[in-house]
């Protein structure tokens, strides 16, 4: 029986681990994608009105 409960938390564990890493991944490319897609122009618009 404990064997059971080991085994069955070291695999939610793992679980655990692998949807945080893809979370996280998917988060950091989303923003990524964000900040390529609208904070530059937004920069580049503040900069050129105050050059």
Do not use: K, P, Q
């Not at 064997?3 to 890493?21: D, H, M, P």
């Amino acid at each position: 029986m404990t064997e059971t409960i080991v085994f069955f938390y070291i695999c939610l564990n793992l679980f655990l681990r692998y949807l945080w890493l893809a979370l996280a991944f998917s988060a950091v490319r989303f923003s990524v994608h964000g900040i390529n897609r609208s904070d530059i122009h937004l920069f580049l618009r503040f900069f050129s009105l105050n050059a």
